[in-house]
T-cell receptor
Framework: NAGVMQNPRHLVRRRGQEARLRCSPM?????VYWYRQLPEEGLKFMVY????????ESGMPKERFSAEFPKEGPSILRIQQVVRGDSAAYFC???????????????FGPGTRLTVL | GESVGLHLPTLSVQEGDNSIINCAYS??????FIWYKQESGKGPQFIID?????DKRQGQRVTVLLNKTVKHLSLQIAATQPGDSAVYFC????????????FGGGTRLMVKP
């Protein structure tokens, strides 16, 4: 019973390039959340998605960042024209359907560590 | 803005002792709280949660206490083991405020053998 999968685990990009981070939720989970964590800090909520819908993107920067969770395939967090300040660990979490999000336990993936040179 | 914060950035305890990690929150309307454990290089791991209609909740070796009067949350770990060494975060949510969890800054727990 695989947990939340994220890939790549480490990603290095130069300034101006694009970064694509992938998240496969646990089997049967239809809610996906993305968080960003800077070194020695807590996680900061970015976006909450259900299949084919963005439910809450109040934590997403207005520019360069986008997220999707298509009907088939993993959720994607896309960062265009990356800058050094985008360097962080990006975590995905998933939870089962039903109930009041985020009260359903969120299971976190191992994260993608993005380094922008 | 509203925030969740911790009193102690680092806590060092002897193996076998009890650990207490504290968290202060400022949003009195928050009604759901969670403690997470994060080991180096890994994602956060759920430990225990509590809703605002409760003062105390116990799990295996862990207890969470909620004091709504002073807006304080604590995590107690009994008989701390080396495997408990990690960073611990509290997080909170308020019904109607969206789906986000607001995380505190974390406390690093170091267990000395």
């Amino acid at each position: 019973n695989a947990g939340v999968m994220q890939n790549p685990r480490h990603l290095v990009r130069r300034r101006g390039q694009e970064a694509r981070l992938r998240c496969s939720p646990m089997k049967g989970h239809s809610h996906v959340y993305w968080y960003r964590q800077l070194p020695e800090e807590g996680l900061k909520f970015m976006v909450y998605l259900q299949k084919e819908n963005i439910i809450d993107e109040s934590g997403m920067p207005k520019e360069r960042f986008s997220a999707e969770f298509p009907k088939e395939g993993p959720s994607i967090l896309r960062i265009q024209q990356v800058v050094r300040g985008d360097s962080a660990a990006y975590f995905c979490a998933s939870s089962p359907p039903g109930g009041r999000p985020p009260l359903n336990e969120q299971f976190f993936g191992p994260g993608t560590r993005l380094t922008v040179l | 803005g509203e925030s969740v914060g911790l009193h102690l950035p680092t806590l060092s305890v002897q193996e076998g002792d009890n650990s207490i990690i504290n968290c202060a929150y400022s949003n009195s309307a928050s009604d759901y709280f969670i403690w997470y454990k994060q080991e180096s290089g890994k994602g956060p791991q759920f430990i225990i949660d509590i809703r605002s209609n409760m003062d105390k909740r116990q799990g295996q070796r862990v207890t969470v206490l909620l004091n709504k009067t002073v807006k304080h949350l604590s995590l107690q770990i009994a008989a701390t083991q080396p495997g408990d060494s990690a960073v611990y975060f509290c997080a909170e949510n308020k019904e109607g405020a969206g789906n986000m969890l607001t995380f505190g800054g974390g406390t690093r727990l170091m267990v000395k053998p």
